[in-house]
T-cell receptor
Framework: KQEVTQIPAALSVPEGENLVLNCSFT??????LQWFRQDPGKGLTSLLL?????REQTSGRLNASLDKSSGRSTLYIAASQPGDSATYLC?????????????FGKGTLLTVNP | SQTIHQWPATLVQPVGSPLSLECTVE??????LYWYRQAAGRGLQLLFY??????ISSEVPQNLSASRPQDRQFILSSKKLLLSDSGFYLC???????????????FGPGTRLTVL
């Protein structure tokens, strides 16, 4: 059974700092990994999708990496801003017969202080 | 571009009352559709998914049911709500078919349900 763990559970940083959020998964047989952002009381916004054959994806100040063999992904946020404050979730889609669903971590609550 | 709608945004219902939450997707066809629940302090729980009209799979036994009467419409229902049904309900979609395995999943804005 796939398990996804996100560390730390919460992170508070001053504005302008570069930061890394971690995601680990137990089963490396995945199709892809997706990072989401969730603001309080809102739905999830997709940030980046990394296919299993890729090592990283970039969008603006965000960079996500994937090391499938070791079961790890990181989300790097450069020059953090107060508007980046949110909960960040990672999710993996397994390969094979049960690839209809994503397995989610519990998220990292990020607070960027002005 | 594709958009996903959910309504209502907020709902307060008494225990034992029925429930109907609706989700519709625009700008795509034959999507895979999903219902999730997010309870306070807990992660996202997949409730139902659908790969086509009338095709519903349940992930966990519970007081809820789902239906897909049209290609881009997904409905979550209950005949009698329980206190434990309170939570934040999210609808999601992604591209269908074999290639859909590689596609991003997108979420709606959610419905906050409080059962009193």
């Amino acid at each position: 059974k796939q398990e996804v763990t996100q560390i730390p559970a919460a992170l508070s940083v001053p504005e302008g700092e570069n930061l890394v959020l971690n995601c680990s998964f137990t089963d490396s047989a995945i199709y892809n990994l997706q990072w989401f952002r969730q603001d309080p009381g809102k739905g999830l916004t997709s940030l980046l999708l990394i296919q299993s054959s890729q090592r990283e994806q970039t969008s603006g100040r965000l960079n996500a990496s994937l090391d499938k063999s070791s079961g790890r992904s990181t989300l790097y946020i450069a020059a953090s801003q107060p508007g980046d404050s949110a909960t960040y979730l990672c999710a993996v889609r397994r390969s094979g017969g049960s690839n209809y669903k994503l397995t989610f971590g519990k998220g990292t609550l990020l607070t960027v202080n002005p | 571009s594709q958009t996903i709608h959910q309504w209502p945004a907020t709902l307060v219902q008494p225990v034992g009352s029925p429930l109907s939450l609706e989700c519709t997707v625009e700008g795509t066809s034959n999507p895979n559709l999903y219902w999730y629940r997010q309870a306070a302090g807990r992660g996202l729980q997949l409730l139902f998914y659908s790969v086509g009209i009338g095709q519903i799979s349940s992930e966990v036994p519970q007081n809820l049911s789902a239906s897909r009467p049209q290609d881009r419409q997904f409905i979550l229902s209950s005949k009698k709500l329980l206190l434990s049904d309170s939570g934040f309900y999210l609808c999601a979609w992604r591209g269908g078919g074999l290639a859909g395995s590689y596609n991003e999943q997108f979420f709606g804005p959610g419905t906050r349900l409080t059962v009193l």
